[in-house]
């Protein structure tokens, strides 16, 4: 296995010769023909995301608490504890898609919004983007959403962290990764206090 001594070090992009797009029931597939910097031609085969992507919003009524929600998942066919998350609509901008979504799933606003980052469901074949907000300075207010049942929505401390990894009932990745780089933020303020 080759590797580098700097692990940011420069890369070539390979060269994208064609892209081929054809819709498969409610997705885009393309395959896209690849030249790397090596002259080696590939061809990948890659999901195309419909709409804006999505957002995680991790809401915090305080600096150690972020507010999870408790909704059924029809994937792993039981109730799993997670952010509130959902999709960008139309030509609605990322935080005001992190605002609406709070409001419908937690019954919170937030006078605070920042995006912190993105994350890729998974990077080596989806296009598909979910952006990682945090949310700050809430107030009560519920908008109506299309959940099939009202969310429970659980406190977590922060500190708590290494207990909720652990959690049968915690697995989405979206989830966990979003709590941690929120964490190294809420961190990293208080450092520089």
Known sequence: MA???SPDRPLIPPVIHRVRAREEADRIVETVDLEFSNGERRLYSRIRARGQGAVIIA???DPETVLLVREYA???ERYEL???KGRIDGDEGVLAAAD???KEEVGFG???LTQLR???LAPNYMTHQAYVVLAEDLYPERLPGDEPEELEVVPWKLDALDELV????CSDGRSLAALFVVREVVRARGACA
């Open 59 to 61: 809401a915090m009524p």
């Open 100 to 102: 609406r979504e709070l």
């Open 74 to 76: 029809c994937g792993v």
């Open 3 to 5: 590797h580098s001594d």
């Open 166 to 169: 652990l959690r049968e009932d």
């Open 110 to 112: 937030a006078r605070t």
């Open 118 to 120: 993105s994350l890729s």
């Open 82 to 84: 997670g952010l509130p």
